[in-house]
C-alpha cells in the first residue's frame, strides 16, 4: 500500500499536481496511548515501547451488570482508549450496554465509527435513521445471539421489549468512537440553544422548549 502511495506521488510531481498521502494502517506492532504525553496528534501519542506492561491491552469488567436504575433504565459500559490504551491507533473498541425491562439506550450517533451490536440476553428492538430527505427509520428486534449493523454518523436507538432484563455488546471500528446524544446536544448544550431557533425547528411553542431544556 505504502508504494501506492509512493507511486500517486511521483505522478503528481510530474503532472505538477499537488497531493497528501497518508498511511491508513499503524506503523509499528503497537501504540499504547500516553494520556499525560503533551504531544498533540490526531489520536493519543505513543508510550515508549520499553514501558509497555500487558495491562496495557487488558480490561476487566465487562461480566459485571451495570447499573440501570436511572432515568433511561440502561448503563453502557465503554472499552475504549480511555479505558484500554493499548487500542491506540487500533481502530477498534467496545462497549457493554445492559437494559432494566422496557429500558432504552436513547438516540444518539458515533460520529467516527459504525457499531456491530450483538444480543447476548433478553430481547431489543434496534433501528437507525437514514439521511435527509428520507429519513427512513429501518428498525428490527433482535433476540438472543443476533446482530445488527448501525452505520457510521447515524442516529440509532435500541430498546429493550421484553420483561426481563437485556444485555448487548457493541462494537465499533474506532478507538474513540464518540458518542452524542441527540436529546443532549439539542436541548442540553452549554450555552443553550436559543428556544426560539429550537421552536421553529420543532414547531412547537417557546414554553415547550424551556419545558425540556429545564430537564438538561
Not at 500500500?1 to 499536481?17: E, Q, R
Not at 457493554?96 to 465509527?113: E, S
Request: one cysteine or more; hydrophobic letters at 45%.
Amino acid at each position: 500500500m505504502a508504494k501506492h502511495f509512493l507511486l500517486l506521488n511521483l505522478i503528481a510531481v510530474t503532472f505538477g499536481c499537488v497531493v497528501l498521502a497518508f498511511e491508513p494502517s499503524p506503523l509499528q506492532d503497537f501504540c499504547v496511548a500516553d494520556p499525560a504525553s503533551p504531544a498533540k496528534v490526531n489520536g493519543l501519542a505513543c508510550k515508549d515501547p520499553k514501558s509497555v506492561e500487558a495491562d496495557d491491552f487488558f480490561f476487566s469488567g465487562l461480566h459485571l451488570t451495570g447499573n440501570t436504575s436511572n432515568t433511561f433504565g440502561s448503563k453502557v459500559t465503554p472499552v475504549n482508549v480511555a479505558q484500554l490504551p493499548g487500542l491506540n491507533t487500533l481502530g477498534i473498541s467496545l462497549a457493554r450496554v445492559d437494559y432494566a425491562p422496557w429500558g432504552i439506550n436513547p438516540p444518539h450517533t458515533h460520529p467516527r465509527a459504525t457499531e456491530i451490536l450483538t444480543v447476548l440476553e433478553g430481547s431489543l428492538q434496534v433501528g437507525f435513521v437514514t439521511s435527509n430527505p428520507e429519513n427512513r427509520l429501518i428498525t428490527k428486534v433482535l433476540k438472543k445471539g443476533d446482530t445488527f449493523v448501525f452505520p457510521i454518523g447515524l442516529v440509532h436507538y435500541q430498546r429493550n421489549v421484553g420483561y426481563g432484563n437485556a444485555v448487548a455488546i457493541g462494537a465499533l471500528s474506532s478507538q474513540n468512537p464518540g458518542v452524542i446524544s441527540i436529546a443532549n446536544a439539542v436541548f442540553g448544550s452549554e450555552p443553550v440553544i436559543s428556544t426560539d431557533v429550537l421552536a421553529k425547528a420543532f414547531q412547537v411553542d417557546d414554553t415547550v422548549v424551556a419545558q425540556i431544556q429545564s430537564k438538561f
